[in-house]
């Protein structure tokens, strides 16, 4: 199985390339790392004890962090290397960590690529954010004797029936892994359902969970409401196509009861603001982007974030969020962002990614779930025009986050005999 595994990568390498130019039209930074891709780079030093920590994107970076802040505080000896996909998740690599870790684009699950990658790299341990199977990787690292464990690991039900049509290669890969750090019983038993070894796997929580935001954040996110000169305003981030111009429709409706209210729209991906700064404009909106500096007056309507880094500021400067990816069937986006500011939630009805966690926040009364633009300028209403309840709602969402802190330590323990 893993030779036809690997022959129909082989042979989708041409059109993994062609995709990474199409993406390269819209972000030039996916012209860059095509050999770290293929598992080529500068060897790292031998002498090191390397823990290898891959994270695809911005959401898994952003989960990291709690780990990683411990291990460069209380294990300094280690030398941390983060690999991601996305561009985006290199860019907040840097942002989150400056020079305190190495960053390497992820290889594709080659054979020969995963070899070259793990001689230049020569990890000491492999810890994978999320729910990320490779089998070739997982292989070699096994064949190598370096451990590898998922951490904050989650499986949806959707993805669990697809892995499950290719039950006993899906099981012989989990086998490989040390350790799976479940998000919830329901994550850890869907994980042995496919195979995996029932002592390998554990619950340790949603590190997200952990995430404290600086106090500086808060003064910044103060200094951003000022700018914005206390304007009743509400955000909705995280957006994808197609949930855009929802969003803009409610705001017509928005406006009607709050003439005076400010959108902040923060794509998922930066390189669509330019996109989406025109549709709000052809929706008679008077729009400015962020990076644009400058622009920004009282008659401005839509303000689009196109930065990456700076979310939790406009969080923290709203007075209502919106979390995208919901209203479409992409599973939900961070909810605990906004959650731990204190801000009121509201999200669309596709959340299998933060399954758990929106029902807690949602029992706790800090998130609304809507359904349409009528229903989301409804609530978006309600909620400007009555400060009492937003700050019942926002310590409500707070309540949560403190409830269930503790992950770190428990995927610490987990790890325990992992560490070289």
Same mark, same amino acid.
């Not at 969970?209 to 808060?218: A, K, T």
């Not at 549709?279 to 990076?291: C, D, N, P, V, Y």
């Given at each position: 199985?893993?030779?036809?595994?690997?022959?129909?990568?082989?042979?989708?390498?041409?059109?993994?390339?062609?995709?990474?130019?199409?993406?390269?039209?819209?972000?030039?930074?996916?012209?860059?790392?095509? &050999?770290?891709?293929?598992?080529?780079?500068?060897?790292?030093?031998?002498?090191?004890?390397?823990?290898?920590?891959? !994270?695809?994107?911005? &959401?898994?970076?952003?989960? !990291?962090?709690?780990?990683?802040?411990?291990?460069?505080?209380?294990?300094?000896?280690?030398?941390?290397?983060?690999?991601?996909?996305?561009?985006?998740?290199?860019?907040?690599?840097?942002?989150?960590?400056?020079?305190?870790?190495?960053?390497?684009?992820?290889?594709?699950?080659?054979?020969?690529?995963?070899?070259?990658?793990?001689?230049?790299?020569?990890?000491?341990?492999?810890?994978?954010?999320?729910?990320?199977?490779?089998?070739?990787?997982?292989?070699?690292?096994?064949?190598?004797?370096?451990?590898?464990?998922?951490?904050?690991?989650?499986?949806?039900?959707?993805?669990?029936?697809?892995?499950?049509?290719?039950?006993?290669?899906?099981?012989?890969?989990?086998?490989?892994?040390?350790?799976?750090?479940?998000?919830?019983?329901?994550?850890?038993?869907?994980?042995?359902?496919?195979?995996?070894?029932?002592?390998?796997?554990?619950?340790?929580?949603?590190?997200?969970?952990?995430?404290?935001?600086?106090?500086?954040?808060?003064?910044?996110?103060?200094?951003?409401?000022?700018?914005?000169?206390?304007?009743?305003?509400?955000?909705?981030?995280?957006?994808?196509?197609?949930?855009?111009?929802?969003?803009?429709?409610?705001?017509?409706?928005?406006?009607?009861?709050?003439?005076?209210?400010?959108?902040?729209? !923060?794509?998922?991906?930066?390189?669509?603001?330019?996109?989406?700064?025109?549709?709000?404009?052809?929706?008679?909106?008077?729009?400015?982007?962020?990076?644009?500096?400058? &622009?920004?007056?009282?008659?401005?309507?839509?303000?689009?974030?196109?930065?990456?880094?700076?979310?939790?500021?406009?969080?923290?400067?709203?007075?209502?969020?919106?979390?995208?990816?919901?209203?479409?069937?992409?599973?939900?986006?961070?909810?605990?962002?906004?959650?731990?500011?204190?801000?009121?939630?509201?999200?669309?009805?596709?959340?299998?990614?933060?399954?758990?966690?929106?029902?807690?926040?949602?029992?706790?009364?800090?998130?609304?779930?809507?359904?349409?633009?009528?229903?989301?300028? &409804?609530?978006?209403?309600?909620?400007?025009?009555? !400060?009492?309840?937003?700050?019942?709602?926002?310590?409500?969402?707070?309540?949560?986050?403190?409830?269930?802190?503790?992950?770190?330590?428990?995927?610490?323990?987990?790890?325990?005999?992992?560490?070289?």
């Amino acid at each position: 199985m893993y030779f036809i595994y690997s022959l129909v990568l082989y042979l989708a390498v041409p059109l993994v390339l062609l995709r990474l130019l199409w993406l390269s039209l819209k972000n030039p930074a996916y012209l860059y790392g095509w &050999g770290q891709r293929f598992g080529y780079g500068a060897p790292l030093n031998r002498n090191a004890s390397v823990i290898w920590i891959h !994270a695809v994107s911005v &959401g898994e970076v952003q989960a !990291a962090k709690p780990l990683v802040d411990h291990l460069l505080r209380q294990r300094p000896r280690y030398s941390l290397l983060i690999s991601t996909v996305t561009p985006t998740g290199a860019q907040t690599v840097r942002q989150l960590f400056n020079d305190t870790v190495q960053h390497r684009y992820f290889p594709y699950d080659l054979p020969g690529t995963v070899n070259r990658y793990l001689e230049r790299i020569h990890p000491a341990l492999v810890l994978i954010m999320e729910t990320e199977i490779w089998p070739n990787l997982y292989r070699h690292c096994r064949r190598r004797r370096i451990p590898v464990a998922l951490v904050n690991a989650r499986l949806s039900e959707k993805s669990q029936r697809g892995y499950r049509r290719l039950r006993s290669f899906t099981g012989a890969t989990l086998r490989c892994l040390s350790r799976i750090g479940a998000q919830s019983s329901a994550d850890a038993e869907r994980f042995l359902s496919l195979g995996a070894v029932p002592a390998s796997v554990c619950v340790t929580g949603n590190l997200k969970f952990d995430i404290n935001q600086p106090h500086s954040v808060i003064e910044a996110g103060e200094v951003k409401r000022r700018f914005f000169t206390g304007r009743p305003t509400w955000i909705a981030a995280s957006t994808h196509a197609g949930e855009e111009e929802a969003v803009l429709e409610a705001f017509k409706q928005v406006l009607h009861e709050h003439r005076n209210s400010l959108l902040i729209l !923060a794509p998922r991906h930066p390189e669509r603001a330019q996109g989406v700064t025109e549709l709000a404009r052809r929706e008679g909106f008077q729009t400015i982007r962020h990076s644009d500096n400058d &622009g920004y007056s009282e008659q401005t309507r839509v303000y689009v974030l196109d930065t990456l880094g700076e979310l939790p500021v406009f969080y923290a400067a709203a007075d209502v969020s919106f979390v995208g990816g919901s209203l479409i069937p992409a599973g939900g986006h961070n909810i605990l962002e906004p959650a731990s500011l204190g801000v009121p939630i509201i999200c669309g009805p596709h959340l299998y990614n933060f399954h758990e966690a929106a029902e807690l926040l949602n029992e706790a009364g800090a998130l609304t779930l809507v359904s349409t633009p009528v229903e989301l300028a &409804g609530r978006v209403n309600r909620l400007l025009e009555n !400060a009492n309840l937003r700050h019942m709602l926002g310590q409500s969402g707070r309540q949560v986050m403190r409830e269930n802190q503790g992950t770190l330590q428990r995927v610490l323990d987990a790890l325990q005999d992992l560490w070289p």
